[in-house]
């Protein structure tokens, strides 16, 4: 069954850079029929879907957020990262590593089917 | 972006009883290819992740239980828990996975009456 552990520093001065890790068990990052994404939920706000990438590396991001948003992953370790520069207060939210379904060879995306617990950061100074 | 909106924001319901929540879509989920809504219901409740009820519209995730259940078309979609169980209180966000950028609803808090 695969697990997903986000980790990362709570708390990031504004204008920093956030950088969050996302280690998989159980399972492959370079799994076929999936793909991997980072969702956002601010206090009281609804889910945001920052982005997603491959195990090959490609990434697609959401283009409110694409200026500012790098993710990669190291298929030695099978973890995932994020970096998001330039942070503000809005930023402040719990970030979740996300597995996506997809068809074989991923052309078409689906629902969301494996969550990490998620971790929250904060942007203050 | 396909804009998710759900109702209502809050809802109560007695034991027992059926509770619906409703998703609309502001465009249509439905891939005239394989005739599929690219529709997806999670439920949250407090302190952990979201997990994954339904998808395709209609299609319960392994483990869920029968009491939950999807049903729409197109644009307008309703997630229904048949019998209330108090396990069941949460929140509901309904998703489309149609297009990028995903978007969920604002989600409709479930509480007992």
């Known amino acids: 069954q695969v697990q997903l552990q986000e980790s990362g520093p709570g708390l990031v001065k504004p204008s920093e850079t956030l950088s969050l890790t996302c280690i998989v068990s159980?399972?492959?990052?370079?799994?076929?029929?999936?793909?991997w994404s980072w969702i956002r939920q601010p206090p009281g706000k609804r889910l945001e879907w920052i982005g997603y990438i491959y195990g090959s590396g490609s990434t697609y991001y959401n283009p409110s957020l694409k200026s500012r948003v790098t993710m990669s992953v190291d298929t030695s370790k099978n973890q995932l990262s994020l970096r998001l520069s330039s942070v503000t207060a809005a930023d402040t939210a719990v970030y979740y590593c996300?597995?996506?379904?997809?068809?074989?060879?991923?052309?078409?995306?689906?629902?969301?089917?494996?969550w990490g617990r998620g971790t929250l950061v904060t942007v203050s100074s | 972006d396909f804009v998710m909106t759900q109702s209502p924001d809050s809802l109560a319901v007695s034991l027992g009883e059926r509770a619906t929540i409703n998703c609309n879509s502001s465009?249509?989920?439905?891939?005239?290819?394989?005739?599929?809504?690219?529709l997806a219901w999670y439920q949250q409740k407090p302190g952990q992740p979201p997990k994954l009820l339904i998808y395709w519209a209609s299609t319960r995730q392994s483990g869920v239980p029968d009491r939950f259940s999807g049903s729409g078309s197109g644009t307008d979609f309703a997630l229904t828990i048949s019998s209330l169980q108090a396990e069941d209180v949460a929140v509901y966000y309904c998703?489309?996975?149609?297009?990028?950028?995903?978007?969920f609803g604002q989600g409709t808090k479930l509480e007992i009456k």
């Open positions: 465009q249509s989920v439905l891939y005239s290819s394989n005739d599929k809504n690219y």
């Open positions: 998703q489309q996975y149609y297009s990028t950028p995903r978007t």
């Open positions: 996300v597995r996506g379904a997809c068809n074989l060879s991923c052309y078409q995306h689906y629902h969301f089917d494996v």
């Open positions: 159980g399972g492959s990052v370079n799994s076929d029929s999936h793909y």
